[in-house]
């Protein structure tokens, strides 16, 4: 199979919804592709993406199956993946000790039990799109909970890595797809060695399996 494209440098013209129009390629014949938006406006804007996010500050528990922290539940029924996108931990206090914040998680068939439910939204998920109706997540969200598996998914760069220390502030770990959480199973923000007190939130897009 053979492509044509169009050399073309000036301005693209505006088309409507429908038209078959050419590839477009560079001076070089390279292929043209460029971003239109920011990059996860579309999967937002066909309300596919949500978050949850802790209303206070509160300790993380040191990778234990009675976790607190921020957990997500993928119920086993959902009928959805949730890519995971990003996570954003904002530390309120300094540690004892050296602390190091992980993802951990796995197999979660059955709902977790003890739970603390968080607030805002519904089943403690808000959608990306904001002051849309109608979006609403399959998935769970708590601040504590009792849990399966501790099994460590992922380690969270940039946590305190030393006594009393708060430096950086701020961590953001972009994901971007490196998880995903499958039906029945579950995600906790916990940390090891040094327990800490710390806001998060962790945002995700949910696909149809």
């Known amino acids: 199979m053979i492509l044509e494209a169009r050399s073309q440098r000036t301005d693209v013209n505006v088309v409507a919804d ?4 050419p590839l477009r390629v560079g001076a070089q014949q390279e292929l043209m592709v460029t971003d239109s938006h920011p990059r996860y406006y579309d999967a937002v804007r066909r309300g596919n993406v949500y978050f949850a ?3 206070a500050g509160g300790a993380l528990s040191l990778n234990s199956t009675t976790a607190t922290g921020l957990i ?8 959805k993946n949730l890519i995971v996108i990003e996570l954003c931990v904002a530390l309120a206090t300094a540690p004892a000790g050296a602390a190091t914040l992980v993802l951990t998680g796995g ?37 504590a909970a009792t849990i399966a598996n501790t099994v460590i998914q992922r380690w969270v760069g940039g946590g305190p890595v030393a006594t009393s220390s708060i430096t950086p502030p701020f961590i953001k770990d972009q994901i971007d797809g490196a998880l995903v959480l499958t039906p029945g199973s579950l995600l906790s923000l916990q940390c090891l060695t040094t327990a800490i007190t710390a806001g998060a939130s962790i945002s995700w897009e949910e696909v149809p399996i």
């Not at 429908?18 to 129009?21: E, S």
């Not at 997500?72 to 009928?79: D, E, K, L, M, R």
């Not at 439910?117 to 904001?130: D, E, H, K, Q, Y």
């Open 18 to 21: 429908g038209v078959i129009v």
């Open 53 to 55: 996010a802790n209303t």
């Open 72 to 79: 997500v539940f993928n119920p086993a029924n959902s009928g």
């Open 107 to 143: 197999v979660q068939v059955t709902v977790p039990t003890g739970v603390t439910a968080i607030t805002s939204g519904v089943n403690g998920v808000l959608p990306a799109r904001v002051g849309v109706a109608g979006s609403t997540s399959v998935a769970f969200a708590y601040s």
